[in-house]
DNA sequence: GTTCGAGATATGTGATCACAAATAGCGAAC
DNA sequence: GTTCGCTATTTGTGATCACATATCTCGAAC
């Protein structure tokens, strides 16, 4: 709207700024979403600040920041640890999964374009790729990738960020499922079921084929939580200590 | 399990800890709930550390969480303010508010007991005071409880923590509607509906009330919000200086 | 062998300081 | 009168320190 008198503004490299709490913040979201912490598992700020090679005041609030987001907790004694959850609390997100995911695939659905079906198929290719090695760690990652890709499309940050910190709570727990064939198989059945929905256009079926899915991964879930926990309760205290952090 | 051969465990006060930081962070949190906060205010970390009679560090922590509950915002050169919902991100929320609420309503309403309806009809009359004095601070707490007591009868602290985080983002839009008293009379409506749903433990039509009430009050938003925007933008910045805190 | 308890260590919390970057204030030049 | 540019102030960030309390270690007592 404004005439300027000075240059024409230089290409402008755009820095934008990045924090060191940021950074931590990003690493230590990434590695709970990718299940490379256990759930209760035991941890200290300044044992994190020395991992990641900073001082523990970036780590103190990328840790408050995740505390938000219910990925970790400090307990009654100010005790810092991964947040486990329980049976009951594990149906609640899928519940709510099913929910706010299942509006974002029907209007991401609508919102399709032809360049977004290129790139869903390269991320599902990806998917399957990660699926036929058993790599889990690599295949929750491109799990997340590909459902995000898909809800971006919908166009509803706010929802997103929401259904993101749901993944962030369930990552731990993927730690427990043994890296089974045939777990991974029924869900790339769905994936599959997912993409056909939004090639098709087909919002509802897009909602149908993403239900479907969290509620499988919440099933092969439930079998493991709850049901150890009261073995383990017994058998060895479910609190370990800090191992690795990233 | 265990039997103990000490005392048989005094009446225990059970005295939670409650650090300087978590005080802060209430505080702040309730605060913007209110609607207490404009959109888009800035803030600094050692004015509201000053006004809160405490040094920067706790407040810096309770920010960081509400940064990530979307509640506060850095800009890109660092700067503290109130995060500013725009239209579409208003709708957002509205949607998923719809899903998420109308969820824990029909829960609520298959899980209520007698006892739950005397407190939800007490809470019910607090806001219908609310509502007759014109005290909005007043009528949104009083709201908000008035939510908050019917979604815990659900018994998903999971699906409650997440929708309060949504309350969270809409308090300050809250500031912009006037006390009107034609939007509060259509409100108590609503919740009117709402309080003989849940009597009658009918779960369906304690989720359509609900939604109506949440698209009423996002209707009422719509009306103010991004319209008044382009004007404010060419007749006044829209960052006001940091004013009173809390 | 188990339990209790005192000393030692570990750990989150709050405060303070230093620094770099951004903003605001203000004067000079055209 | 407006705009540019320099200076002073503000402000978030990161580091370090002190402290209270929880946790752990390990030995003594029954």
């Given at each position: ?160 960020g929401a259904v993101e910190n749901f993944w962030v709570l369930i990552g731990p727990c993927f730690v427990l499922v043994a890296p089974d064939a045939t777990h991974l198989r029924r869900s790339m059945d769905a994936h599959r079921r997912i993409l056909d929905a939004l090639m098709h256009r ?45």
């Open positions: 709207m404004q005439v300027r008198k000075t240059k024409p503004l230089p290409p402008l490299p755009s820095v934008a700024r990045d924090s060191m709490a940021d950074q931590v913040y990003r690493h230590l979201r990434d590695s709970v979403m990718a299940g490379r912490f256990a759930p209760g598992q035991r941890l200290t700020i300044r044992g994190l600040a020395e991992a990641l090679g900073s001082s523990p005041m970036p780590v103190r609030e990328a840790l408050r920041r995740l505390q938000a987001e219910g990925a970790f907790e400090f307990s009654d004694t100010a005790r810092l640890s991964v947040v486990e959850l329980s049976g009951s609390q594990l149906r609640d997100v899928r519940d709510a999964r099913v929910a706010l995911e299942g509006l974002l695939a029907e209007r991401a659905a609508s919102r399709m374009t032809g360049v977004d079906d290129s790139e869903i198929t390269q991320l599902y290719d990806r998917l399957q790729a990660a699926a036929d090695a058993v790599d889990v760690p690599g295949y929750l990652s491109a799990n997340f990738a590909f459902h995000r890709r898909i809800y971006e499309i919908a166009q509803a940050p706010i929802i997103l087909d919002g509802p079926a897009a909602r149908a084929a993403v239900t479907d899915d969290i509620m499988q991964a919440a099933n092969s879930l439930s079998r493991v939580i709850d049901k150890p926990e009261k073995a383990r309760s017994v058998a060895a205290p479910n609190r370990r200590r800090e191992d690795r952090s990233a």
